[in-house]
């Protein structure tokens, strides 16, 4: 079964940056592409990135190109969202997620980290 655990958020102030973490275990890491994902209070979860299952392409929804850096470290079993520029409207739980690199759909998510961005 696979694990994920989010690390990296807290508060920060607008123009700040913040770099959050998700660790997996329990499969080879390898053979999934991951993706983060996001949920402020009141909305749906709308996704922010997503990498392939070797780091070689990535993909950003188009309110976090040049401002959010998805990577991963295969021989870390981590994936990292690298957080600039980072607005009051950036305030959500952050989820990292799971897709088998056949798959056509997220299977596992972490518990989410709570980023709040002050103006």
């Known amino acids: 079964q696979v694990q994920l655990v989010e690390s990296g958020g807290g508060l920060v102030q607008a123009g700040g940056s913040l770099r959050l973490s998700c660790a997996f275990s329990?499969?080879?890491?390898?053979?999934?592409?991951m993706g983060w994902f996001r949920q402020a209070p009141g909305k749906e979860r709308e996704f922010v990135a997503a990498i392939n299952w070797s780091g070689s392409s990535t993909y950003y929804a188009d309110s976090m190109k040049g401002r959010f850096t998805i990577f991963r470290d295969n021989a870390k079993n981590t994936v990292y969202l690298q957080m600039n520029s980072l607005k009051p409207e950036d305030t959500a739980v952050y989820y990292c997620a799971a897709r088998p690199k056949v798959g056509y759909q997220y299977d596992y998510w972490g518990q989410g980290t709570q980023v709040t961005v002050s103006s």
């Open positions: 329990g499969r080879t890491f390898s053979s999934y592409a």
